[in-house]
């Protein structure tokens, strides 16, 4: 094996490690997560750099079945990863801070899929390539005295990570971030780095193990049989996704969700609420020639919202839940406590967009909510705007 390949090999492993890191944002927060997602982006560009030559015969080749199926993989995957990289960018406080570019809820549903869709595809793409990179491995080990055995083992520890990636997708739903059913993600922060590693190489196992299959189906079958094959592998897909969706959705589970998050609330806010409010406190929302007053906490999240006054704002709707807002200044995360269970007229900060909320119903509990403050009197104003609004916030006389 030449250096050159030994280098593809470091620069790939180094990649999938990575994805694994940005995609659990729990273990990171915000700051690591944005320069993992750098890191990423450099190996993106050196993995590349690297397979130049595939960019040089693409067209001098014939174009079987299969060639087909991997440039519409890899073309799919680098939609998807430059969507999730112009989307992380909009977003970014700490590694891109000095664009002072802020998009609201249409670059976070952006950033939701297309980062789901680059694993999935990223995956597969690993695929197609799986069993090149396992005759390597098999020739490696071939003069060992358990060649066999460890080739019988990691074929049979294979095929149980794809069965628990089916697990994973399941428990994961991770329909609900491809195709945009969910209008966010709630992270496990309780589940150890080590658990959450597993599952995530599994459900990688999956779809690994769909684009090796996808390979094979490509090799031995006529194309118009190849359009039905993948054809019913998506309904297939889209079936599994609707009817999942469907059944979250029925008047029980909702009402049963709404009762949990209502007793959820209850109990959270007396744990996230301890500090004391003070008149130096009192703000004042002006939205046109209406006004309404909310106390701020004592925390440095909502000093650093102090410090921003007067500014102004344009809030929207987001879920039919909450009115957020981006500032031009990020906020200050570290020091105020996390965790909250938003009831109605609560002001909170979300840590991985640092978006302003003023919530109008009552929400999950989630650790990346900052409380801030509590609108007092007025909040009828703020749900009452159907279209984005202009507000400005000052300090209370």
Known sequence: MNRKVQLRLLIDFLM?????????????????????????????????????????????????????????????????????VLSGILMSNYAFPFLN???????????????????????????MHWESIFQMFKRKISKGKFADFLVTFSQTLGYMLVLYGVYVFFERKLWNELFLLVEFVFLNYQEFLFVYMIKQIAMMSLF???????????????????????GSFMMFLLLVCGCSAQKETTPDKKESKKAEVKEEVKEKNEEMKPEEKTESNRIRLKVGDQEIYATLLDNPTADSLKAML???????????????????????????????????????????????SIFYHEYNYTDDLLAIGHIDEGLDILTSQTEDFKVTIELSE
Request: net charge positive; glycine share 6%.
């Open 310 to 356: 007067p500014v102004t704002m344009t809030f929207e709707d987001f879920n039919n839940t909450e009115k957020i807002a981006y500032p031009k200044t990020p906020f200050t995360l570290e020091g105020t406590k996390k965790g909250a269970a938003p009831a109605e007229g609560d002001i909170l900060v979300y840590a991985p967009w640092g978006n302003l």
């Open 208 to 230: 690994t193990w769909i684009g090796l299959m996808l390979k094979k189906i490509s090799e031995i079958i006529g194309g118009n049989d190849m359009k039905k094959v993948i």
């Open 16 to 84: 999938i490690l990575c994805s694994l890191f940005v995609m659990g944002y729990q273990y990171t927060e915000v700051f690591l997560h944005e320069w993992l997602g750098v890191c990423f982006f450099v190996l993106f560009l050196l993995h590349n750099i690297l397979n130049i030559s595939w960019y040089k015969v693409i067209w001098k080749t014939k174009w079987t079945k299969t060639k087909i199926l991997s440039v519409t993989i890899n073309i799919l995957l680098l939609i998807a990863f430059l969507t999730a």
């Open 101 to 127: 570019i802020h998009f609201a809820a249409l670059t976070r549903k952006l950033h939701l899929t297309s980062t789901a869709w680059c694993f999935v595809f990223m995956s597969l793409h690993l695929g």
